[in-house]
């Protein structure tokens, strides 16, 4: 019975496997509160890039920022002492929206609100 519960978790897990990303984007260097377009990605992309501009020369946050925010098919962020323009690369809906900081590993919403249910279920059978 257990391997069936598992089965049925597992399965309703990978429901949201298919639906296709979505991103911020300004197809053209726009200021980082303007930037709030979301667009459905195509099913080819893997990630939301996010390409932080400055106005002043020198390391990117020294001016006003602008960005150019897309779906990526494959994203490559830069290194992190490139001057100019920097990429960057994360892979969840919608988290493109600030200029692009740095992500963590994080835990989806539907895995954290499955996980007491699969633990409660899994001890009583």
Known sequence: MKWLLAAWITFLASLGLAVSLKCYTCHEPTALVTCVSITNCSME???????LFSVDPGYPLFGNVTVQKSCSKECIPSELDVE??????????????NAGQPTTATFSARTLAATPVFTILWTRF
């Open 45 to 51: 992309t893997t990630a939301c890039k996010t390409t």
């Open 84 to 97: 100019g323009p920097r990429d960057y690369c994360c892979y969840e809906d919608m988290c493109n929206l």
